[in-house]
């Protein structure tokens, strides 16, 4: 199945493993937040105990250092897509509050991004993502 939209998460490549999983799990619930229309229907196995829907299309996760997330975020934002952003510092707090202030203390050219991750259409994906291997 073909669809119109793709949802990217680009993380940087020198965290350690459980950073790596952690921000993945932030950026994506921050997509489905905004994207509710991407939730798919609740599961259910055959001996009918129900689980929760999940995202209803593929997430592509990219490896990045660095500069290489601070070039997806802008081309993200010079084509009017919103992002859901992970800092360094949001690592150092322990609380959905203090995760925003501690984005909102810094300005965008200083944040330390340790992730990001944006839906849009396919070709507009593709040119944020542009030269970005997919994370290993």
Sequence with gaps: ?????????????????????????????????????????????????????LIGQPILIYGADGSALTRALDRALTRSVKPAVYTEDMFKTTHDAANREAVRAVARADLNLVGLAVRAERKVIDKIVDGLKFHS
């Design 1 to 53: 199945m073909q669809f119109d939209t793709k949802i990217a998460v680009v993380i940087r490549t020198d965290l350690q493993a459980w950073q790596k999983f952690n921000v993945a799990a932030f950026l994506t619930s921050g997509i489905a937040a905004a994207f509710p229309e991407c939730i798919g229907e609740p599961y259910e196995d055959a001996s009918g105990t129900k689980y929760h829907a």
